[in-house]
């Protein structure tokens, strides 16, 4: 199947983007969500490493082009829908989030006490990651 082929089975929303989610190969765990536009899955696909599109910036994002933690790209999947990607990747460092933690998804709903929790602990201080 040729490259064009490839990205044309994606379904880009008006932006010409598709959300992304990552997840941890070895465990499952989710670790964020990003965008990819054509270019950011292109390369992707042909370094086997996460490469994101940013919204904010406008422009390809290298996962770890600051931080060093970079992710391994395992699998790719498509959803049913065609509108959805889910990367499987092996995280450098064990950190993908810019906060510090795992995940970016560190807080989670306590029905209990009817409020967000922490819920993973910073494993490295964002000021030593992001040095100026």
């Known amino acids: ?13 008006e932006q010409g983007l598709v959300p992304v989610i990552a ?6 765990d ?3 969500f990003a965008w990819m536009n054509r270019e950011a ?6 370094l086997r490493r996460a ?3 940013s919204r904010s910036r406008k422009k390809l994002w290298f996962k770890g082009e600051e931080s060093g933690h970079t992710q391994h790209v395992v699998s790719v999947r498509v959803d049913c829908d065609q509108d959805v990607l889910l990367l499987q990747v092996v995280q450098d460092g064990g950190i993908a989030c810019h906060t510090g933690r795992k ?7 306590d ?4 409020q967000w929790c922490v819920t993973e602990p910073v494993l490295k201080s964002p000021d030593d990651i992001y040095q100026k």
């Not at 199947?1 to 929303?13: F, H, Q, Y």
């Not at 899955?41 to 042909?46: D, F, G, N, R, V």
């Open 30 to 32: 989710v670790l964020m």
């Open 51 to 53: 490469v994101y599109f």
């Open 1 to 13: 199947m040729s490259e064009a082929e490839i990205l044309s089975r994606i379904c880009w929303d």
């Open 111 to 114: 029905f209990e006490q009817q």
């Open 23 to 28: 997840q941890e190969h070895a465990t499952g």
């Open 103 to 109: 995940s970016c998804f560190f807080e989670a709903y």
């Open 41 to 46: 899955l292109q390369k992707t696909l042909a």
